[in-house]
């Protein structure tokens, strides 16, 4: 007999990053024990880098090999009709205690050409930020391929870039195209398709231990790049024992939920659910299971769930395929 679905968690896949800290440790209680660990993948089909079961009959079970098993019953009939046996989303935390390089994600049609891969559309939730932490997010007035690459060339990039001063709950939202950086300071939860392209712009000519600069992807940037001005900043509610829509785009849709003692949760198994507990802690119920959460914790719902109870006092992130 094949066991019975429940809330899953999966062991995180911890990065080093010559940008990275250790505040993934420190405030989200991630098992790190490097002073640089910049990522802490939550959830992934990444090749190289897939998600295993952390929690109860399926411990050590990788995510692709459940999909594999029971796609309906994992994805959800719409989002398997949609992406076949592909997980579509990959999220992840993130810890910058340096400025990250400068850098843009290709879209779909540029990365299935180039990479045969997903583009990379993306949110960032702020978690934590130092003081006058900041992002670096698109043009500040429209630009041009011409403009970009003299400023590039004089090293004087950053002067034409759009900087914003980040605090804690504020959403960012980054389209393919939109050339960005996280900086120092910033600990953010981030949403994406499930791609890894990366081109990277400019690295403040940063060199790591043995010297080395990391490599650029000038030329291929040239063409995934939106010159124009963009608005990247989400503004949304925060009532309470309610799904307040944050993100609501083709690739998925992020709610907010504070939480607040008892809610009771109905869905219609044609997406799976994620909640990431952002602050605080809450349990999922749900036919004889019952497990707690805390602050930094990722769950993946699968969609056959279809009704459940979240009780307890949280902020969290709800995600799912609309």
């Known amino acids: 007999m094949e066991p019975k679905m429940y809330p899953l968690q999966f062991e995180p896949i911890l990065k080093e990053r010559i940008w990275g800290g250790e505040k993934l440790k420190t405030i989200l209680n991630k098992p790190?024990?490097?002073?640089?660990?910049?990522?802490?993948?939550?959830?992934?089909?990444?090749?190289?880098?897939?998600?295993?079961?952390?929690?109860?009959?399926?411990?050590?079970?990788?995510?692709?090999?459940?999909?594999?098993?029971?796609?309906?019953?994992?994805l959800g009939t719409e989002v398997y009709k949609r992406f076949g046996k592909q997980f579509p989303l990959l999220f992840k935390y993130l810890d910058a205690r340096e400025d990250l390089s400068i850098q843009v994600h290709p879209n779909d049609k540029l990365a299935k050409e180039r990479h045969n891969s997903f583009g990379k559309t993306e949110m960032w939730y702020v978690t934590q930020a130092d003081a006058d932490a900041r992002i670096i997010v698109g043009f500040k007035e429209d630009s041009s391929k011409e403009e970009y690459v003299k400023h590039l060339n004089d090293k004087s990039l950053v002067s034409i870039l759009d900087t914003v001063k980040a605090k804690p709950g504020d959403?960012?939202?980054?389209?393919?195209?939109?050339?960005?950086?996280?900086?120092?300071?910033?600990?953010?939860?981030?949403?994406?398709q499930t791609s890894d392209i990366t081109y990277r712009l400019y690295d403040f000519d940063r060199k790591d231990a043995q010297g080395n600069t990391r490599e650029l992807h000038v030329d291929l940037a040239l063409d995934a790049i939106n010159y124009d001005k963009v608005d990247t900043q989400k503004r949304y509610e925060t009532k309470t024992n309610t799904s307040n829509v944050v993100v609501d785009c083709p690739y998925f849709t992020t709610n907010f939920l504070p939480l607040e003692n008892k809610l009771e949760v109905s869905k219609s198994g044609a997406s799976f659910t994620v909640y990431m507990c952002i602050e605080g802690s809450f349990e999922i119920e749900y036919s004889g299971f019952k497990q707690t959460y805390i602050k930094g914790d990722t769950i993946l719902v699968p969609a056959e769930i279809n009704a459940f109870i979240l009780n307890g006092n949280a902020s969290i992130l709800e995600i799912y395929i609309s």
């Open 32 to 74: 790190i024990t490097s002073k640089i660990t910049g990522e802490s993948w939550e959830l992934s089909t990444v090749e190289g880098d897939v998600s295993i079961v952390a929690n109860g009959e399926l411990k050590g079970k990788s995510l692709m090999e459940l999909i594999d098993e029971s796609p309906n019953e994992i």
């Open 171 to 192: 959403v960012f939202f980054l389209e393919t195209g939109t050339v960005h950086a996280i900086g120092a300071g910033l600990v953010v939860a981030e949403i994406q």
